[in-house]
């Protein structure tokens, strides 16, 4: 049942601290005004003072002028600067251009973003590629937004929709100054034509300041600890994902009440999902050992389950669904849920399971290895077939279950490679083998490498499968790279170690390269990523002169068929990345295999 914000009042110390978050008909946060209370403004801008409203006095522009797009200037006489360098900002005549927004660059005349390829948009998302000539601030504004709305919130989807933000931040701008920053640099992530190091120290000075405890203050922080990953700034990212959560759970983000204390359920919904991908993030943090942790899973939560995406941008919310409700609704087999419910269940298996599991003393590792894996079997039983196609008639890709599906692939292997290669540090941990070793005698004992290991390369085969549907790269997960790393890895295990080297295996560590360094243009991981790859490949992807260590192959047949791009030439960059069904069949010790004939996802590679 939703809470009016009037009885939430009345509530206790958590609804009280919720009503300081900005609604559609609050004004400014509380905190944001005890964070003022000891200013004292002794002068006003021109602007500011023609309309009788309250100027901070912020030089050389106003925080109001700033947010108008507004030539912000002062009367020459004004007393209260003492600062001599202060004083010879301020001037009686406009300048010649504005001030500045959020969203503009050194130059203000020069050319609008533009994306570095209008073609890996998804069906509907289109960037005007004519464009391209002197704009004004706000034109560039709206471009940096659209880059971030395209891009960036589709795999975290955290903010209100477009329209509904804009309005949001139309009646109390003041509360959103630190978010449109974060927003204004990881914009201009994606654009070709705005450099982005200006933008990025002015969001990495304002998250580091002092900040006040609202809403805005924690996604702010949660889209800045995003990027930190994605840029390879851990400490960075630990420290404001530590934060965002400190500061979430002081607000009460955490109980279901808090959502429900707000008249607005758009808001209400970007608060639920505010949290759950502060979870997320935290759970994907965990796994990499990346920075200090301070756990999530440690805080009580009641939050409700966030509804379909297409619901979310209509501003049509449904009744959300409790988690009690979900578990109940899967026991009794039920399977209509949203794409974002089916991501946090399986995000909390990777949380609950996976992540003790290396852990775990040996003992006890075999007992939670058959639970993680059940479960992540279940999980992908459970999702409708119609989900399973990742697009709607219209084109439009399901960027949220495909996150969801990648993440059930990328544990599976999770749980089959050892713990010392769970790093991101490919070069240091390939040789360390997978569990068994590198025992080149094996290779002689029929059907030695697939028999034992036969789910490493099914899992890794369907996460590649996921790409055979016109997907835009550019919108994947800053932490994609880590996903793919786990994917290459079972590729370059089964090729040096476990004697299953073939063309096909090579040319889909080829496309791996190709997707990561395609997103790695935006996220250094990625890039990071692409070239371990590379270099382990060049390295021990070699011909052999001996034909009995490939088993079923010879290698006058399989080395003409291997693409020599992945050892001596950058990989082809295209728009979108499709594996495509291979046709090739081949034979690894009498077992023929098809590569176009993998079980389909619901079969759970059934071997």
């Not at 002068?43 to 006095?57: E, F, I």
């Not at 758009?266 to 999902?273: D, F, G, I, K, Q």
């Not at 006890?364 to 290895?369: A, D």
């Amino acid at each position: 049942m939703v809470m009016s914000r009037d009885s939430e009042n009345t509530a206790g110390s958590l609804s009280r601290q919720a009503s300081t978050v900005s609604s559609p008909e609050g004004s400014e946060p509380k905190a944001a005004n005890r964070s003022k209370a000891n200013i004292r403004v002794s002068l006003a801008c021109v602007q500011c003072r023609s309309k009788h409203v309250k100027c901070d006095a912020t030089l050389p522009a106003c925080n109001r002028c700033q947010q108008e797009d507004k030539p912000c200037f002062y009367a020459k006489s004004r007393r209260g600067i003492r600062d001599p360098k202060k004083r010879s900002l301020i001037s009686d005549k406009p300048p010649a251009a504005s001030s500045g927004s959020f969203f503009s660059t050194s130059n203000p005349c020069s050319a609008a973003p533009s994306v570095q390829s209008q073609y890996d948009l998804p069906c509907g998302w289109t960037i005007n590629p004519e464009s391209q000539t002197s704009v004004s601030p706000n034109n560039e504004k709206e471009a940096l937004l659209d880059l971030f709305y395209t891009y960036f919130h589709p795999s975290y989807s955290c903010l209100p929709p477009k329209r509904f933000f804009m309005n949001h931040v139309d009646s109390d701008p003041d509360s959103y100054h630190f978010l449109l920053s974060v927003i204004n640099f990881c914009g201009s992530l994606y654009s070709a034509e705005v450099q982005s190091d200006e933008l990025r120290e002015a969001a990495y000075s304002a998250a580091c300041a002092s900040l006040p405890f609202t809403v805005q203050t924690v996604q702010g922080l949660l889209l800045m600890s995003i990027a930190a990953f994605g840029e390879m700034k851990f400490d960075h990212h630990a420290g404001w994902s530590n934060r965002a959560i400190n500061i979430a759970v002081d607000l009460g983000m955490n109980r279901k009440t808090f959502a429900d204390g707000t008249s607005d359920s758009v808001l209400a919904e970007s608060y639920r999902r505010t949290w759950w991908c502060l979870t997320f993030q935290d759970s994907a943090r965990s796994l990499c050992e990346t920075g200090s942790s301070l756990p999530i899973t440690d805080v009580n939560s009641d939050v409700d389950l966030p509804c379909e995406e297409w619901e979310y941008d209509s501003g049509i919310i449904p009744q959300p669904l409790s988690q009690s409700q979900y578990d109940t609704q899967v026991s009794l087999g039920q399977s209509d849920f949203s794409s974002m419910a089916y991501l946090i269940d399986i995000c909390k298996i990777q949380t609950d399971l996976v992540l003790p599991y290396h852990e775990a003393s040996e003992d006890k590792k075999p007992e939670i290895f058959e639970r993680a894996d059940s479960r992540i079997c279940d999980w992908l039983r459970r999702v409708p077939k119609w989900k399973m196609n990742l697009t709607d008639p219209d084109g439009v890709v399901d960027v949220i279950l495909y996150h969801g599906l990648a993440i059930a692939h990328v544990n599976r292997l999770r749980l089959r490679q050892p713990s010392p290669r769970n790093g991101i540090n490919l070069r240091e941990y390939f040789p360390l083998g997978p569990p068994k070793g590198p025992d080149r005698k094996g290779h002689l004992i029929k059907e030695f490498g697939w028999n034992p290991h036969p789910i490493d390369i099914q899992a890794a085969n369907s996460f590649c499968d996921l790409f055979r549907r016109p997907f835009p790269t550019r919108s994947l997960r800053a932490i994609f790279g880590l996903d793919a790393l786990r994917v290459a890895l079972a590729y370059l295990d089964a090729c040096v170690f476990l004697g299953l080297d073939s063309p096909v295996f090579r040319e889909r560590l080829n496309r791996l390269i190709q997707i990561l360094t395609a997103h790695g243009e935006t996220w250094p991981l990625s890039l990071k990523v692409a070239e371990d790859v590379k270099v382990v490949a060049k390295e021990y992807l070699t011909p052999r002169t001996s034909q009995s260590w490939r088993p079923g192959i010879s290698e006058p047949d399989a080395w003409p068929a291997v693409p020599t791009s992945l050892m001596t030439a950058a990989p082809s960059i295209a728009p979108n990345f499709g594996f495509e069904p291979y046709q090739q069949v081949y034979q690894v010790e009498g077992w023929t295999m098809n590569d176009s004939n993998w079980p389909a996802l619901t079969d759970i590679y059934h071997a």
